[in-house]
């Protein structure tokens, strides 16, 4: 668990943090994992009234409030197992997304905030090309780089089966729905939970309004049908499926 650093690990740093991006609820024993980039947005301001754990910013992480944005199952298991509980206890679930349309995203999201990249536009010089952006990116361990604290970065590249694995490469999340098949995949889950599906689920925080095709050649579609084989394979995603 990151440890908090300096005066941000006050309750302040917390209130200013109202879109949590993970939900716990110990009543009802369910965790909810946001992956990075996959439209969950929506579903977690639903979830909200269900929160019973403060979730804020990853660098206002301490002991007493252990859980943050974008927190991975690893790592919540950990600090589950740090107050003596059970993370296999609770029904987890995340939503994964495409993820050709995913990575456009991220890259999207990455250009937009890398200092790097404001100061090459500042110098009137052209951002970094799609392409090469996305080769240097790995579908797990560092992920997209990114500070330590940039959670959402780092796993925003990560394949679905490398988010919701622990250590060892065993399964830490039970339900993984599909952004694109919300309105089938999530009604069963809420009512296990014992909660009321909403009549519909608007796509909060679009980053991306043209269409994600374009931004592929050859060679950077290749490189993700290779790196996300098992997305595509698991969850029926094609190139040529939103």
Not at 208 to 213: I, L, M, N
Request: hydrophobic residues 40%.
């Amino acid at each position: 668990m990151p440890a908090a650093r300096g005066p941000r690990g006050d309750a302040a740093a917390w209130r200013k943090h109202p879109d949590a991006a993970m939900i716990v609820c110990h009543s009802r024993k369910f965790v909810f994992f946001s992956f990075p980039k996959t439209g969950s947005e929506s579903l977690r301001a639903m979830l909200a009234p269900h929160a019973e754990e403060p979730v804020g910013p990853c660098r206002a992480a301490t002991r007493a409030r252990p859980f943050y944005s974008h927190m991975s199952p690893a790592e919540a298991r950990a600090a589950f197992a740090a107050r003596g509980l059970d993370l296999g206890g609770y029904t987890t679930f995340t939503i994964t997304r495409n993820p050709f349309a995913r990575m456009v995203s991220i890259y999207e999201m990455v250009m937009a905030v890398d200092g790097i990249e404001k100061l090459r536009r500042r110098a009137g010089l052209p951002r970094r090309p799609f392409g090469a952006w996305l080769a240097s990116t790995r579908p797990d361990g560092r992920g997209a780089g990114g500070r330590w604290h940039q959670r959402w970065r780092k796993y925003g590249t990560w394949s679905t089966r490398a988010w919701i694995s622990g250590e060892d490469g065993a399964p830490l999340v039970a339900h993984v729905l599909r952004l694109e098949h919300l309105a089938h995949d999530l009604p069963p889950l809420l009512a296990r939970l014992g909660l009321e599906p909403p009549q519909a689920i608007a796509h909060r925080n679009r980053r991306v309004t043209t269409d994600w095709r374009r931004y592929y050649d050859a060679e950077s579609r290749a490189l993700v049908e290779a790196r996300y084989g098992g997305d595509l394979q698991t969850y029926g995603y094609r190139f040529d499926a939103g």
